[in-house]
């Protein structure tokens, strides 16, 4: 499958109270500064590098497609340095910012946006491990499921009955406009035993893994995402 994207890289840039900007690249603590009358030819260089389109899942890594960003953009980056290079010695700031500097600056990008890459490889790898956990889980769980399936089952299928067979009478309760002590004992009675099943249900989910892909594919009601998650 073909993906044009760009690269996601984020570099989010404070106006500082001087005349340079700091980029940011949260995800590795990347920081970059450098004078903002030259931003242009740097946004202008990283647009280049964040535009390519990326072959997924022939084995390719995002690592190695990114640094393939890099010779595709030689020409952009050549210009730019240059560019950035002539305004600062124009507007007499190549003293402040001396062309090894602004090399360093554009050398930068190119290690965030590889470094980018390689984040993006490392993420793909750790959902596929996640994923292959899961399959696993689940073959298991449906090949021979351990006594703790059919329990978390029972468990489940007890809150159901009580909430179809109870429910109804609990919501009529929920509609007067006044309680009576009687109403007040049948919803607390209600919420009480529906509060035991989901934690119980709870428990065994997170001594019980192969239980927990059914509760994923079912969309179990009223068992929450981070119990499930064990």
Known sequence: MIATASAALTLIFAQAATDRVQARYPEQQWE?????????????YYRCLKGGSYVIGDGSGFEDQYRGDIQRCSKQAREMEAGANELLAKRDRADETPPSQVAS???????????RGASLDRATSS????????????????????PCVAYVNDLRAQRQRHMETQGEGVKAVYDKPEYTE??????????????????????????????????????????PAEDADG
Not at 127 to 146: D, L
């Open 105 to 115: 600056i554009f050398e930068t990008v190119r290690r965030i946006h590889v470094e």
């Open 182 to 223: 009687d109403d007040q004992r049948l919803i607390a009675t209600y919420n009480a035993e529906l509060m035991r099943l989901t934690g119980a249900i709870t428990l065994e989910l997170r001594a019980c893994p192969q239980a927990q892909y059914r509760i994923y594919e079912e969309g179990a009601e009223g068992v």
């Open 32 to 44: 970059l500064e450098y004078p903002a009358l030259i931003g242009g030819f740097v946004d202008d």
């Open 127 to 146: 959902r596929i491990v996640a994923s292959n956990a899961y399959a696993e889980a689940r073959e298991t769980a449906e090949a021979a499921p351990p």
